[in-house]
């Protein structure tokens, strides 16, 4: 078993696997589309059918490792990832530039579904949650990054270098992986590989009330960024005025307050009730949220003043989603690699909404973003209030029961 900063590192990189999928080629989507001949709504879509597959995807991920293990699946999923990768990065067309980026989708999720259950199977309570938090922390240098040296690698080298830097971080996390990533899952704690349980255990998740709620709350919480990730070329180039090297100045300010978010729960998980630290994440969300639509009210959106409420929510949320997780995956804790899966698709088609939907209604505008970022954190709230009622009042029926 690898120190305990060796794993943070591990799971941080294999979550990173994700976003970096999407936000380093971002600042390329003008030179793409050129390139192909296509219009901005058809490389809108390289993105949604990215997310599609990796929703769709992330609800066999976890149930996969529950039935052969943590460490396998991951690398297999991280050679998948490598071929999409490399496939992406000489693809001949518009198409096939399209059929790669699902097969990129589909297989990145897994190393964040997994590496969700692997924490679980070692880790309980406050320990859990100082972990996730400190994997938060690593793993939020990815959407800081990600955009700037994709910018870069687009201007100065051409956008296929985007993909051919995605393929080397991808053979550097499968050789890591292969040297030092544990198996936390024994065989005799398995669940058997029969199509009939599996479908019983996903109906058991999807008809708990409790937990739909809470990992509704979850994808909620992460779509108020998720719009700006949607529409970053629109708000950067179009709302900011700023050129295509500029997209630090939408996801540092994001990234600052996850990072500070994330070492305030990681420092505050034994000392701070874990409801109480999360009561206070989804408040400091809200102020963000409305302090972004208060200031386009009077103002034109303009560096700096635009991206502080990104950076507020960002610190409430990541408060807030340590936390979250834990009690979340703690529904089920004897198929915690099905939850894990089951959170995330419902995270990302949080996210393909708003990217497909959502975003093409308001990244015209730096206040209507600003009132999609409210809807985010309200809808996060309520449904999080929702989950804990039902699980206060389902709380003496099991205790009854025993």
């Given amino acids: 078993m690898p120190n305990i900063r060796t794993l943070t590192l591990m799971l941080a990189g294999l979550a990173m696997l994700g976003p970096f999928a999407i936000d380093t080629y971002l600042p390329a989507f003008d030179r793409i589309a050129g390139e192909f001949g296509v219009e901005d709504v058809l490389m809108q879509h390289t993105l949604s059918i990215y997310l599609l597959s990796f929703a769709f995807m992330s609800l066999f991920w976890g149930t996969l490792s529950d039935s052969f293990g943590r460490r396998p699946v991951i690398i297999a999923s991280l050679i998948l990832f490598g071929v999409g990768s490399v496939g992406s990065a000489i693809a001949p067309s518009y198409g096939w530039l399209l059929f790669f980026r699902a097969l990129q989708g589909c297989s990145a999720g897994a190393g964040r579904v997994v590496g969700q259950a692997l924490v679980r199977d070692r880790y309980h309570g406050p320990e859990a949650q100082r972990l996730f938090a400190n994997i938060s922390m690593v793993f939020s240098l990815a959407p800081a990054i990600a955009p700037i040296i994709g910018g870069y690698l687009s201007t100065h080298v051409g956008w296929r270098s985007i993909f051919v830097m995605l393929s080397l971080f991808t053979v550097t996390l499968i050789a890591a992986s292969w040297r030092s990533l544990p198996e936390t899952l024994p065989a005799k704690a398995r669940q058997p590989m029969k199509l009939g349980a599996i479908l019983r255990n996903y109906l058991r998740a999807v008809r ?105 929510y960002g610190l409430g949320m990541s408060m807030a989603l340590p936390g979250m997780t834990v009690v979340t995956l703690n529904t089920f804790p004897s198929m915690r690699g099905l939850a894990s899966s089951v959170q995330s698709t419902m995270q990302m088609l949080i996210f393909a909404f708003v990217s497909g939907v959502v975003a093409p209604l308001l990244f015209d505008s730096a206040l209507l973003l600003g009132m999609g970022t409210v809807g985010s954190a309200a809808l996060c709230a309520g449904c999080w209030v929702a989950s804990r009622r039902l699980a206060a009042r389902a709380a003496p029926e099991a205790a009854a029961r025993e």
């Fill in 208 to 312: 708990n009330v409790q937990f739909l709620f809470a990992i509704m709350a979850v994808g909620f919480a992460f779509s108020g960024f998720g719009l700006y990730i949607a529409s970053a070329a629109k708000f950067v180039m179009g709302i900011l005025k700023l050129p295509e090297t500029a997209f630090g100045w939408l996801f540092l300010p994001f990234i600052g307050g996850m990072v500070s978010g994330s070492m305030i729960s990681s420092r505050s998980a034994s000392r701070v009730d874990p409801a109480r630290l999360i009561r206070i994440g989804l408040s400091i969300m809200a102020t963000g949220a409305l302090f972004n639509v208060g200031y386009n009210l009077f103002f034109v959106a303009a560096v700096p003043w635009a991206v502080v409420p990104i950076f507020i």
